[in-house]
């Protein structure tokens, strides 16, 4: 099937991480059609080995392009970090990937002490190692694997007591040695803000990227010209999952969800 300026907008991760990014491309390209895919039965991906979660990302992708994808967003840090690298040589397709902002993070940091809390395979991957190195090599960076948040996000567990409790032991060691800025490396941690703030109070800011991959959604699909002119709402999107739809009605009102196998 030929591609054109109407075809979709692709995007997956480990489960409903990404969520956090489809709602921000909505608002600002309504007219797009969007395929989403939950890999919800191979969640959290922090916990697969960096070969299985590069398996996951190419299944994935071979999956949307075949759904006629015009651009795919790797909404997951982890599979970002663990497989775009791989991805963008095997595909022709662009891809936007989801790195934890240490960059940013590192030049608006006043104390030099940045907090990330990602998964360990975010954490451990050799982009991230190689970011770290080349943007922040003279901060201090407190990392913290929360990818134990992932599974109780997944369940929409947010507000309760052991969720906070995690959140408390990942957060203290950062507020205690004074980092000033805290990174969110895992697309399902957006969803934390509402009981991370009050933990962190004003000590910490948190680094935002919604509205920047948003924006970056839209200046590629320009430059490649493959932006959808019709100034219509697209309301076709469609919502795929690899082992349970309780996330995504959880996280969206009255979606379309759909099981696939891959």
Known sequence: MK???????????????????YKPIKRLLPQEKIIYISDNLYSPYGKLTSEE???????????????????IVVACNTATTNSITELR??????????????KTAALKSSSGVVGILATKRTLTSKLFYKTSNLYASHIKIIEKDGSDLVELIEKN???ESNTIKLLKNYLK??????ADVLVLGCTHFQFLKPIIKPIIKNKMKIYKI??????????ILINKNILNLIS??????????TGSNEGLI?????????????
């Open 210 to 219: 919604n509205t920047a991959i948003a924006k970056q959604t839209k200046s």
């Open 173 to 178: 060691p950062m507020i205690k040695n004074k």
């Open 89 to 102: 040589k095997k595909f022709e397709i662009p891809f936007i990937g989801i790195e934890p902002g240490i």
């Open 250 to 262: 959880s996280y969206l009102k009255n979606p379309k969800t759909k099981k696939i196998t891959i």
């Open 232 to 241: 219509k709402k697209n309301k076709n999107d469609q919502f795929y999952y």
């Open 3 to 21: 591609k054109d300026k109407t075809s979709p907008i692709g995007m997956f991760d480990s489960g409903i991480g990404g969520l956090s990014l």
């Open 53 to 71: 979660i590069k398996k996951r990302s190419f299944k994935i992708v071979n999956q949307l392009i075949s759904l006629n994808c015009k651009l």
């Open 157 to 159: 567990k947010i507000y």
